[in-house]
């Protein structure tokens, strides 16, 4: 099997928030073989990650057998070593990457939880992340949620969030997980304050209150945070979750597999963290991206619902009573009518 092309798109979602999410939003990369099968895969970055894929790698991968995934994950890596590493351009290989896994699947015949090592069929507890209390008025069977503070995390309204935070637990009762998104606005005394107020409340994980820049910082909270500390969905490759592992900076590690740089490194980090006993919990890990590995390699199932804008992915599994659980389809299981698409760029 030799690879024809390297193709790159941006579906339009229903009701995408009309920020970076949209205009640097997620990309549909379709690799096409010369024994007519296509592989799937989704990575970020909008126009820019599509020119990434659509110029280096494309320029790569033309010729090149699909089966040896680790090795062209690493000459990937190295073509856009001089102006990747982090980023649009990890974004854009996750997207090639997870097509290439799509095609080893669907040329096997088998689902990707069962190329490593698992089986479909495994009912997978999901929780539900909210914008604000409202959200959680219609909270259905989720094992639990996470009130994302982003809209108002300024270290100044301090009293706000706390308040909120209290407000969430009262509203969904004491059987469920509460946790907390910060996404990356607080600073480390923010961080110890607001944790000492709201360890009472029962919060599972405080995620990402720094820049993922700040080493310092997260070591810092490590000793001093009265509620574990969660983080990652920001970060990029195996090798920089490394020292986050190896330090245990974060007690859950969030990569995002369509940016980290696809089911290739999000093996690593798994096997990694089971190592040194860290849990993982990818970034919108009901989305099918993540679901696999999450079905296969986690030692603690806990899948985040999806993008809700992600309207144009066909054959993504429901949930259903608060779980979710993977088919037997071969490769992800999904299904792309490219001809009925429609596409931003
Ligand atoms: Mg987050």
Redesign the pocket.
């Known amino acids: 099997m030799k690879i024809t092309d390297v193709r790159a798109l941006q579906p339009i979602g229903e009701n995408s928030p009309p920020d970076w999410r949209t205009s640097l939003g997620q990309i549909l990369v379709a690799v096409d073989t010369d024994c007519g099968i296509t592989g799937y895969g989704v990575g970020g970055g909008g126009m820019a990650g599509m020119h990434v894929a659509r110029t280096v790698l494309r320029d790569l991968l033309i010729g090149r057998s699909p089966e040896e995934i680790s090795q062209l994950w690493n000459e990937m890596y190295q073509a856009t070593l001089a102006f990747g590493r982090k980023g649009i351009a990890v974004m854009a290989i996750s997207g090639v990457d997870l097509a290439l896994w799509d095609l080893r699947g669907k040329a096997e015949k088998l689902p990707i939880v069962a190329l490593l090592g698992g089986s479909p069929g495994k009912s997978i507890p999901t929780y539900h992340t909210v914008w604000d209390n409202e959200g959680l008025s219609s909270a259905a069977d989720h094992a639990g949620y996470k009130l994302?503070l982003g809209k108002v995390a300024d270290p100044a309204q301090q009293d706000v969030m706390i308040s909120s935070i209290e407000q969430a637990r009262l509203q969904i009762g004491t059987d469920r997980l509460l946790m907390v998104?910060a996404?990356m606005k607080w600073d480390v005394d923010t961080t110890i304050s607001i944790s000492q107020e709201i360890a009472a409340y029962q919060i599972e994980w405080i995620?990402?209150p720094l820049s993922p820049d700040d080493l310092a910082g997260y070591a810092i909270l490590k000793e001093k945070s009265a509620v574990p500390i969660a983080g990652g969905?920001h970060e990029f490759t195996s090798a920089a979750f490394g020292p986050l592992i190896r330090q245990k900076l974060h007690s859950v590690l969030?990569p995002d597999v369509c940016w980290c740089g696809g089911l290739t490194e999000l093996i690593k980090i798994y096997t990694m963290a089971n190592e040194a006993g860290l849990r993982v919990c990818p970034?919108r890990g009901c989305e099918i991206w993540a679901l696999h590995a999450i079905a296969a390699l986690d030692l603690q199932p806990l899948a985040e619902t999806g993008r809700p804008w992600m309207t144009w992915v066909e054959g993504q599994p429901e949930i259903q009573k608060g779980m979710i659980e993977l088919s037997e389809r071969p490769g992800f299981g999904l299904t792309f009518d490219e001809h009925t698409l429609k596409f931003l760029y």
Do not use: L
């Open positions: 994302h998104d996404w995620e990402e969905e969030q970034h």
